[in-house]
C-alpha cells in the first residue's frame, strides 16, 4: 500500500498571490497529476508528468506552473491568485501513463482567495 | 467535444435499497469508461473499470456498472446500498486515440445519501 499527501489542507491567499501547493507519493509511481475540482463540477486536469523530470499540459495549466522536483513529490504553482477564487486541488499518481492505469487520489488542498 | 453527463446532481436512497447512479457519454470512437468514489474531505477512490468483453463489470464492495454502447451509457449500481456508501460517485470517460495521448474526462458527481 501507499499514501498521498498534499500541504498545506487548507491555503488562504490574497488575490494576485503566488501560491504553492506540494504532493508527495510512497507508491513509487511514475506518473503523478494534478486537478482542479470546483464546486458541482468534475474534475479537471491542469498538469501531469509522466516520469520524473517530464511536464504535460493538461486542459486547465493556463495561470499554472509545475514542477516534478523527484519521482516521489509533484508541486503546482497558482502564479496569480484570483480574486474570490475557490476550489479543492487534487493530486494523483498512477504506476505508469496510459488508459488502463489506475489513478490513486490524494485528499485534496482546499483554496480560498480573499 | 467528448462530455460526460451524470444527469442527477443528487440521489437519495434508504439503507437496503438498491440504486442506479446514471451515466452518458458522447464520443464516436472507442473509449475507456471508469467509475470513481469520493468520500466527503477525502480524495477520489477508483471503483471500477470496463474497456471491452463482458459489459458488465464487477467493482469493490459490491458495485457494479453496465455498458451500452446503443445508449451511450455505463449506469453504476448496487443492490443493497450501507449507510457508508454515501458519497460522490464520478463517471470518467477517456478516449483513444491513435496519438497515444489520452486524459480522464470526469463528469460532474452524483452525490449519493443514503438514509438510516
Known amino acids: 500500500g501507499g499514501i498521498i499527501t498534499q500541504t498545506p489542507k487548507f491555503l488562504i491567499g490574497q488575490e494576485g498571490q503566488k501560491l504553492t501547493l506540494k504532493c508527495q507519493q510512497n507508491?513509487?509511481?511514475?506518473?503523478m497529476y494534478w486537478y482542479r475540482q470546483d464546486s458541482g463540477k468534475g474534475l479537471r486536469l491542469i498538469y501531469y508528468?509522466?516520469?520524473?523530470?517530464?511536464?504535460q499540459k493538461g486542459d486547465l495549466s493556463e495561470g499554472y506552473d509545475a514542477s516534478r522536483e523527484k519521482k516521489s513529490s509533484f508541486s503546482l504553482t497558482v502564479t496569480s491568485a484570483q480574486k474570490n477564487e475557490m476550489a479543492v486541488f487534487l493530486c494523483?499518481?498512477?504506476?505508469?501513463?496510459?488508459?488502463?492505469?489506475?489513478?490513486?487520489f490524494g485528499p485534496g488542498t482546499r483554496l480560498t482567495v480573499l | 467535444t467528448q462530455t460526460v453527463s451524470q444527469s442527477d446532481a443528487h440521489v437519495t436512497v434508504f439503507e437496503g435499497d438498491s440504486v442506479e447512479l446514471r451515466c452518458n457519454y458522447s464520443?464516436?470512437?472507442?473509449?475507456?469508461l471508469s467509475w470513481y468514489i469520493q468520500h466527503h474531505g477525502h480524495g477520489l477512490q477508483f471503483l471500477l473499470k470496463?474497456?471491452?468483453?463482458?459489459?458488465v463489470v464487477q467493482g469493490v464492495n459490491g458495485f457494479e456498472a453496465e455498458f451500452s454502447k446503443s445508449d451511450s451509457s455505463f449506469h453504476l449500481r448496487k443492490a443493497s446500498v450501507h449507510w457508508s456508501d454515501s458519497a460522490v460517485y464520478f463517471c470518467?470517460?477517456?478516449?483513444?486515440?491513435?496519438?497515444?495521448?489520452?486524459?480522464?474526462?470526469f463528469g460532474s458527481g452524483t452525490q449519493l445519501t443514503v438514509m438510516p
Open positions: 494523483a499518481s498512477s504506476i505508469g501513463a496510459g488508459i488502463s492505469y489506475e489513478q490513486y
Open positions: 508528468s509522466i516520469t520524473e523530470n517530464d511536464l
Open positions: 470496463y474497456y471491452s468483453g463482458n459489459p
Open positions: 507508491f513509487n509511481h511514475d506518473t
Open positions: 464520443y464516436g470512437g472507442s473509449i475507456y
Open positions: 470518467a470517460v477517456t478516449p483513444i486515440v491513435s496519438s497515444g495521448s489520452w486524459q480522464l474526462i
